[in-house]
């Protein structure tokens, strides 16, 4: 058993000055195992598998425990000795290999950076050595992929590029940090693929941290849970997904959903139709001839890979990218294409939510200020009456009144996104646009966002364009679903329609790719694709 | 030197010379431009700090110089970084060919010496206390745009300047709600800057002749009138110097400590 163990970490304890961030800890990986670490952000997960090279963030160390890789304890090493561990023994695979590459050098030369430090390699040497793995990994035209520069390639490409890199040193232990987190559901499953035949055929350990519990089931063997810090919960993967023993563990399981449709309560009444609309930025044309119906009182979900057109579609519902042909009617008025050619009430009825809350909120104006604005522009609120409404708002949102002299950068991501919310609610509009709410929010976070929406249609009799990527939870969330693709809505009708008899192939092969906690779905999808 | 006690020493310097500045009238011995002394009295001998060549009396001269650089200084620079920042915040949030023709009138003011333009100017429409400053507030101006039209672009392409575009704000919102309060860190530092230029440049025009018109003086005028005294081995002409010198370093401690202050984010109550 020991000498196949390759990493156990016993007892580990990792403190700031101001606070803990491991508590407590004990993981082992064997040879051939793949751990994975599943948890919220701001868990540990990342602290923890980076600790097992001995790498912390500024400020953090260790303060108790042990660290054993490859039989060696890393604790009383020194930085030389360190640095030759990492260069040997382990490889990290991050999130965005966009971001980890470098755009001014060729991959063949990057993914082979590591051998050319420890022995001189010639050129062709070095391109062998890389052309080999880049086979393995499937990637087109192995013979020349590696003399194209990183922005030469596609996303789930370079993603196969940086898992290269870290085979290239014949690592014990491969941490991958949320490797398909960044990449669309039908490139994911590639990578998926490929990550769990590598994990085997190179007989090493591996680290698998992700906050997609489906995800980790298909890839780990066994699966530690992690909240704030400390270990909720620790076991082989088919019994953790079946049988949680912990509270927190089975909220995660049940969030997978039961796979229940939203019941639907929407009048069949066309508040927004949108017919024959194209969209373009410059010589291109980002939305074709696209029409969508969203009825009063429902939820129609617009969802597809990233690049379909999604956003724009919606932008230009806003009249933020006017439309160049086709007519956005609300009701029985003409929208015009640009937001500024539209009436005051126009733009009051229909209020748009961005994704990323931290780009939406003034740092600099108050909680008070931002959700005021609207009050006092569209409905010349002030003082006693603003104040009231303030409060109303804040109950809506499930803030405490007090946040409302807060700045945004208090605020957690879930707590931010909720603010925008109310801000949108405080125009009293009857269409919330929600352009990817939720992606950038954990999922549990994400499951009270939508409890929140859900609340909120029936209160304030909303209608919501609802754009996401997460096939999971439009099937969960909405009454109607399109589905758009390069461009294009290939499909549009009840979201039970969609899901269950999908018409076109696209959507078919989308569904597919929503990866799933039952056990054998990725390898059963390989057979399927083969 | 740490920081606080810089700031400290900064506006100790500071708040004396606006005092000397604002209380001139009160605290001078005599009136500035009438000959109290005999010429080149040494200090001590005629006034506190001496006689200038007409027998004027140094100290009271140096209390008014200080008075009229520190308002040249002050209304020139509000105003220039008035300009420059309006502009910028118009052309970041416009883009287009209003954002093409702005900066390309800055890239022109930017591409003649300010030195020569402002002699130009001045020769053209007579020096006075206000063409003076304007020149001065216009010329400046350009730098202040090329700091801030960079920022105003990034924070014009922020989500929550679209937000307000959805509502239909109008331009004074986004210039004193949603950008204006994010420019104040590289604003303060900008104006901390453009103060001791701007103070550096009406001293050189005053040095040069076309600035503060005898017999009043600025500091920098005060140095042109006293230079001659330099051969003599005197160090009248120094004192002046040394205040103008002095300004532009308290000024540079102060913004050093508020642009510390300020690039934190706001916190909690």
Redesign the interface.
Known sequence: MSGNRILSIDNLRVETQTGVLLDDVSIHVDRGEVLGIIGESGAGKSTLALSSIMLFKSGCRPTAGSITLGGQSLMELGTAELETIRRTKASYVAQSAAAAFNPFYRLEDQVTEIPAMAQKLTSAQRRRMATELFEELQLPDPQNFGRRYPHQVSGGQLQRAMIAMALINQPDLIIFDEPTTALDVTTQIEVLRLIKKVASTHNCGALYISHDLAVVSQMADRIVVMRNGKMVEQGPTRQLVDHPQTEYAKRLVAHQGDGSYASTNGSDETLLDVRNVDVGYGGVTAVKDASIRLGSGSVLALVGESGSGKTTLARSIAGLQPARTGEIRMRDSLLAPLVERRSFDQRRLIQYIHQLPDLALNPRQTIRDVVGRPLSYFHGLRGTGAEQRLRELMDAIELPVAYLDRYPASLSGGQKQRVCIARSLAAKPDILICDEITSALDPLVEESIVKLLTRLIKDEGLSILFITHNLGLALRFSHKTAVMQGGRIVEHGDTRAVFEQPQSDYTKSLIRAVPQLREGWLDGFSANAA | MSNKLTLTVSLAVLATMAAAAILAPVLAPFPPNEMVHAAFDAPGVGGVLGADGLGRDMLSRILYATRYTFVATLIATTLACMIGVSLAIIAGLSKGWVDIVIGRAVDILMSIPQIIFALIILAIAGVSLTTLILTMAVLQSSTYYRVTRPIAGDLAA???V??G?????RLHWYLF??IL??MVPSLLAQFGLGLSSAALFISSLSFLGIGIQPPAADLGGLVRENALALSTGRLTPLIPAFCIALFCLSVNGIVDWLVGRFSD?????
Request: hydrophobic share 20%.
């Open positions: 922020m989500e929550y679209e937000v575009r959805l509502r239909g704000e709600k949603e309060p994010n984010k706001p916190d909690v109550k």
